[in-house]
């Protein structure tokens, strides 16, 4: 069974979630520029393959801590993370975005993203 969270935990857990999201963002970033370089141009001012696997190996870092801890990766691009929880015995996913500085919805389980709510 999966580690439920509560509301409270969530936000205490939200600001560490989020320094690592904006590092992930950067990441993301320079990671597709890399690629990219050196896919049309053959090199990159970023760095080489070395770099590359750097870059590679520090998000796949973040997003083992996320799964170790319990929370669902539903996407990296842009970030969207679920906890799972119970709301009046009716399992639901906390729900929190890229972009959200806090923690304000939630949907259904069976329902995903397009069933968010407000909390």
């Known amino acids: 069974m999966s580690r439920l969270f509560s509301v409270d935990e969530v936000r205490e857990l939200l600001p560490g979630v989020l320094a690592q999201a904006e590092a992930l963002v950067g990441m993301r970033a320079d990671l597709a520029e890399m690629t990219f370089d050196r896919e049309a141009l053959g090199a990159s001012p970023l760095g080489g393959l070395a770099e590359i696997k750097a870059v590679e190996a520090r998000i796949q870092e973040i997003l083992s801590d996320w799964t170790g801890q319990g929370f669902e990766i539903k996407g990296i691009a842009p970030v969207l993370l679920d906890f799972p929880a119970l709301i009046d015995g009716v399992s639901v996913r906390l729900c929190w975005i890229e972009g959200e500085n ?17 909390l």
């Open 102 to 118: 806090e923690l304000v919805w939630y949907h259904r389980t069976e329902l995903g993203f397009a069933g968010r709510r407000p």
